[in-house]
């Protein structure tokens, strides 16, 4: 009986050591797992946003299809915070009961956090449905990740990464979107943490925005 009982008691203390093992290791996993789901979404969504960019249009009425701008202390229309990219996406939902069209008009910014002890700031993708507005576009804030120290996005040339981009200025360099956009997204809370890196190429990209000018000729 005593034997019995010292390998039962044996066998508890494993199986315990077991389960609480165990235990731990579920907890570790879901706190990942609960940390890089917020990263996944925002990702997604970036990549969503870039890969369906549409191409400027010529002229200065860059309205329904243009333009695309890239850099710091950006300027959006219903924003009041910098926004860090602005561009015209062929993402939004189409629906019977809203009048608006695919392509609408995407802004990613950072915003204070609504929580002042919270580290870093709130990342935001603030969506335009109307691109037609009598006043003040009516703009949709969507919170994509907390807890951002930075965000920074870059165009790709051809040649070289260009971390300001803008295709509606007057005398603008760049006419036509980037062949890539690389977006860095460094957490807050751990400086020495890698920044998450991403980099979309842009499919939608023309060779030239300029109107060819036909000319007939004659005597032939």
Known sequence: MILAIGLAAIVLIAVNAVFFTSLHL???TSDLVDAATPVDS???FLKRDLQCCVTPTNGTSKILSGGF???DNITSAGISDPVAIE????TGALSDRQPWGDIQRVTYELKNSATPSAPGKDLYRSVVRNLLPVSTPAVDDQLMLSG???VKFSGYD???WQSAW???AAMAVNTNLPMAVRVEIQLAGNPNAQPVVIVVP???VTRTNAVLASSSSTGN
């Open 42 to 44: 925002a990702v997604t």
């Open 26 to 28: 579920r907890d570790a």
């Open 158 to 160: 051809g040649a070289q």
């Open 69 to 71: 701008r890239v850099g």
């Open 87 to 90: 561009m015209f996406t062929a």
């Open 148 to 150: 951002v120290a930075s």
């Open 166 to 168: 803008d295709t509606t």
């Open 202 to 204: 842009i499919d939608s």
